[in-house]
């Protein structure tokens, strides 16, 4: 059974988590990467299922702009290190056209998962928090701090905060930052705290003293308790991890607990997932590590993007680096095979219901032929070539309606990766003079170019044909086809590899062809 499909069944055979409120979350401190749209794609898919099923059920997707700027990009740091330790959502947009920092980010995202199919209410932790929503939860967590204290030592095993902690900061009257602040009192109005100077090693607070009620918007709870305090407000009852808030005593066991102890709320259910790695790290939008997902969706198709996280088991790390692999190829032939698989098997399948699981608009039931990404990318490096006339060949009749929409988004895309992502061996141009590395030519294989010569004068209407040809002729001549059709190459790219042999002459100009096989065998 497809995993997605195991874990709603063990939602709805449980009978704990009605009603059905998937949510996920995203903190808008720079652009999203990649690694980013695992998670909420993962809680898309439960929703979908579950609304599939007949399930009355909701998918929210809340972006917490109301968290203090403790990291920045590259790009910013220059510009936007004064705004450290400010709200989200009040510093200014580093581009024209939006309303602050926050907005910026979350418009880039929220665009992204759009485009994927996500189907999520987005909400904001900033507005929650000023509409008030969350003065209840707010109240609960200052009148229940020593107890919040109890769990955090008794699930993480750490140490008692200093005497009179408080789980909130509070934007800063004077300063107007809310990660330098430090609540140290509640008399059930209001909070007495300090904008403490040095609380924090990237940013300095001011040094006043005041006292403010928390209600709001004036103040956001801690991020440990906030979380529980999410769920309870918004009414949450399905909502997953990654790994690193998910290891044992980290922040999702402590949220767990306070939904119990402290939130009365029954605890949502609990599903880790493991990370999106790129070279075998995790990635970070604040530190810039990895590919942006805004990158990602402009060089796969939407489908394509679900597909590559729809594959792989919600358990297991997906290991994805497209700069200078051939990880995008391979992406497509496998999404091909599964295509196919779908539409021999149905959904019955693993594989059949990735694919389907992976489609956006109106699903594929019916079979189409599917040009291959990896010669789609070698015909477009070959000007001459007809490619549309090419895959007609290999299908064996015109390519239908649906068919030229795949093949032309497939060019697209396939020119994307080749300027911007294939490794240089996978790229070759034929050069207008001959190559020097020509000279390298063994007389055996300047005598197969000769044969070779000869064939090309002919007409070949089938590309099959003409590379049987080769092969039969290097045969003859008891030479390597490896080292046969590397004569090839090296007369037209300068490398010892390229496409196929055939297509790559049949690209050519006769004129052309004849002109450079008389220079390497004059």
């Known amino acids: ?10 939602i709805i055979n449980s009978q704990k988590y009605k009603s059905y409120w998937v949510d996920d979350m995203f903190t808008p401190s720079g652009f999203a990467h990649m690694g980013n749209i695992r998670g909420p794609l993962i809680h898309e898919l439960i929703y979908k299922v579950l609304k599939k099923r007949g399930k009355k059920v909701n998918y929210t997707y809340v972006f917490n702009d109301m968290d ?32 602050n920092f926050a907005d910026y980010f979350t418009k880039d995202f929220q665009k992204i998962l759009r485009t994927i199919g996500i189907e999520a209410k987005f909400l904001s932790s900033w507005e929650m928090y000023h509409q008030g929503k969350f003065d209840e939860v707010i109240r609960q967590a200052l009148d229940k701090a020593e107890k919040i204290q109890d769990v955090y030592q008794r699930i993480s095993g750490s140490q008692k905060k200093a005497l009179g902690w408080l789980p909130l900061q509070v934007i800063c009257e004077k300063c107007g930052k809310i990660g330098t602040t430090r609540v140290f009192a509640w008399d059930g109005q209001k909070v007495a705290y300090k904008c403490e100077p040095n609380l924090v090693n990237w940013t300095k607070g001011c040094g006043y003293e005041g006292k403010i009620s928390p209600f709001g918007g004036q103040g956001k709870l801690a991020w440990k308790v906030d979380w529980p305090a999410h769920w309870k407000v918004i009414g949450v009852t399905i909502e997953g991890a990654g790994k690193d808030h998910a290891s044992a005593g980290g922040s999702y066991d ?20 493991e990370h999106f790695l790129i070279g075998g790290k995790k990635m970070s939008s604040s530190k810039g590590v990895g590919l942006k997902a805004r990158d990602l969706v402009s060089l796969l198709p939407p489908e394509m993007v679900r597909f590559l996280f729809c594959r792989t ?3 297991e790390a997906i290991e994805f680096n497209p700069v200078d692999s051939m990880a995008i190829p391979d992406l497509f032939d496998e999404y091909d095979r599964c295509a196919k698989e779908f539409w021999q098997e149905g959904s019955q399948s693993d594989l059949g219901r990735v694919f389907e699981l992976s489609q956006i608009d109106k699903l594929l039931t019916e079979e189409v032929f599917l040009p291959r990404f990896r010669l789609v990318a070698t015909y477009i490096q070959m000007p001459n070539v007809n490619i549309k006339a090419q895959f007609e060949q290999e299908k064996g009749s015109k390519l239908n309606s649906k068919e030229e929409k795949i093949l032309n988004q497939r060019i697209k895309h396939a ?23 020509a000279q ?31 092969y039969e002729t290097a045969r003859q001549l008891k030479l390597p086809s490896v080292k046969a059709f590397k004569a090839i190459y090296l007369i037209l790219l300068g490398k010892s590899y390229g496409p196929k042999a055939a297509s790559l002459l049949l690209a050519q100009e006769k004129k052309f062809l004849s002109k450079r096989f008389k220079e390497v065998l004059k």
């Open 1 to 10: 059974m497809y995993w997605v499909d195991k874990i709603v069944k063990n």
């Open 68 to 99: 203090p700027i403790d990291g920045l990009p590259s790009f910013l740091k220059k510009d936007f290190s004064k705004y450290m330790g400010f709200p989200l959502r009040k510093v200014p947009s580093p581009e024209p056209g939006f309303k």
């Open 254 to 273: 402590i949220a767990m607990e306070l939904c119990r102890e402290i939130f009365d709320y029954p605890q949502p259910f609990k599903f880790p997932y």
């Open 313 to 315: 088991n919600y358990r």
């Open 415 to 437: 020119q994307i990766w080749l300027d911007k992502f294939a490794p240089e061996d996978f790229l070759f141009k034929v050069q207008t003079q001959l190559p020097k590395e």
């Open 440 to 470: 390298q030519l063994s007389e055996q294989q300047r005598e197969y170019l000769a044969e070779i010569a000869v064939l090309m004068k002919k007409d070949w209407k089938s590309e099959k044909d003409l590379e049987d040809r080769f």
